[in-house]
């Protein structure tokens, strides 16, 4: 296959296989996804959705990923990494597909989605997180506040 190896010889990638990235993902159902191929998802959404024009793309995979959160506790943490690419490519997508859709449980769809190994949301350049917020005090401010960690407790901290 083509899509093959597109990275492993630090190959440029091209328009069309970029298509056929996107194409792939809008076929694929979340529903019927197995924690071990998220990581070739993963994949595929770092190859569709690091250009422009992607946005539908990235809108449609954080709505299925934000449904099948709302069926399961949790997805496992690979789908974390899936989840860093939407919120790296497209953030400001992502932070609105997230917080917009609460789970049946009560809570933003981001809180199923950690097990604690890799927070998406950090994916997200502070300044495009401070302008995400800006433009909604009142209902961001407090999903912030309740869903981002200000301060590390890592080996990271300062």
């Known amino acids: 296959m083509r899509l093959h190896g597109l990275r492993s010889n630090a190959q440029i990638i091209d328009a069309h296989a970029r298509a056929v990235c996107r194409e792939l993902l809008l076929q694929v159902d979340l529903t019927d996804v197995h924690n071990d191929d998220s ?24 709505q299925a990923l934000c449904a099948v959160l709302d069926k399961t506790w949790s997805l496992g943490w690979e789908w974390e990494r899936l989840a860093g690419v939407l919120f790296r490519t497209h953030p400001n997508v992502a932070l609105d597909a997230f917080i917009a859709t609460p789970t049946r449980r009560g809570h933003s769809a981001l809180v199923d989605l950690f097990v604690g190994r890799h927070d998406p949301v950090r994916e ?3 300044q495009v997180l401070l302008e995400w ?10 999903w912030v506040a309740r869903h981002i960690d200000v301060v590390s407790s890592g080996s990271d901290a300062e």
Request: aromatic share 2%; net charge negative.
């Open 39 to 62: 990581y070739r998802l993963k994949g595929l959404a770092a190859v569709a959705l690091e250009v422009e024009g992607s946005e539908l793309v990235a809108r449609q995979l954080c």
């Open 133 to 142: 917020v800006a433009s909604d005090h009142s209902q961001r401010d407090p």
């Open 124 to 126: 997200v350049p502070e």
